[in-house]
T-cell receptor, first 113, second 113 residues
Framework: KQEVTQIPAALSVPEGENLVLNCSFTDSAIYNLQWFRQDPGKGLTSLLL?????REQTSGRLNASLDKSSGRSTLYIAASQPGDSATYLC????????????FGSGTRLSIRP | NAGVTQTPKFQVLKTGQSMTLQCAQDMNHNSMYWYRQDPGMGLRLIYY???????DKGEVPNGYNVSRLNKREFSLRLESAAPSQTSVYFC????????????FGSGTRLTVV
């Protein structure tokens, strides 16, 4: 059974800092891993999708890496801004239950001006 | 570029009432999903439809039914609402299960009193 864990649950940093959010998963036989952003009271916005054959994906100030062997993914945010404040979730399916994508509980990020 | 559209956005039901949550996508995706999101529980899969004409149970299907009306539409029905079904419901779609990323709707906030 796939389990996805995100640590820390909450993070507060001053504006301008570079930061890393962590995601770990137990079933390494994944098709892909996806990072989402969720603003309070809103839906989920897809940030990055890393296929199992890839090691990282970049979009603007965001860079996500995937290490299947260790069961870990990281989301790197460069030069953080107050607008980056949101909850970040990672999600991974498994080959054995690919249709049942499993979400981590999220990291609530707050960027202090 | 509507993506995934959910209706209604908000709903208050009395215990025992029934209602249907509607979801439609215009991305020609084959797979569709219903999730619920609760504080401290994260996102949990209720039902999914891997392709038109098929539906399967997810992690928390009790108290719900679904209908894949056509390729675009996937509805979630509460036959007899209970306070435990108070939650935020999200519909999502993907080109196929497993190897493709998910697109989410903006959610339906349901309160059962």
């Amino acid at each position: 059974k796939q389990e996805v864990t995100q640590i820390p649950a909450a993070l507060s940093v001053p504006e301008g800092e570079n930061l890393v959010l962590n995601c770990s998963f137990t079933d390494s036989a994944i098709y892909n891993l996806q990072w989402f952003r969720q603003d309070p009271g809103k839906g989920l916005t897809s940030l990055l999708l890393i296929q199992s054959s890839q090691r990282e994906q970049t979009s603007g100030r965001l860079n996500a890496s995937l290490d299947k062997s260790s069961g870990r993914s990281t989301l790197y945010i460069a030069a953080s801004q107050p607008g980056d404040s949101a909850t970040y979730l990672c999600a991974a399916p498994g080959y054995s239950s690919a249709s049942k994508i499993i979400f981590g509980s999220g990291t609530r990020l707050s960027i202090r001006p | 570029n509507a993506g995934v559209t959910q209706t209604p956005k908000f709903q208050v039901l009395k215990t025992g009432q029934s209602m249907t949550l509607q979801c439609a996508q215009d991305m020609n995706h084959n797979s569709m999903y219903w999730y619920r999101q609760d504080p401290g529980m994260g996102l949990r899969l209720i039902y999914y439809s891997a392709s038109e004409g098929t539906t399967d149970k997810g992690e928390v299907p009790n108290g719900y039914n679904v209908s894949r009306l056509n390729k675009r539409e996937f509805s979630l029905r509460l036959e007899s609402a209970a306070p435990s079904q108070t939650s935020v419901y999200f519909c999502a779609s993907s080109y196929e299960t497993g190897s493709y990323g998910y697109t989410f709707g903006s959610g339906t906030r349901l309160t059962v009193v």
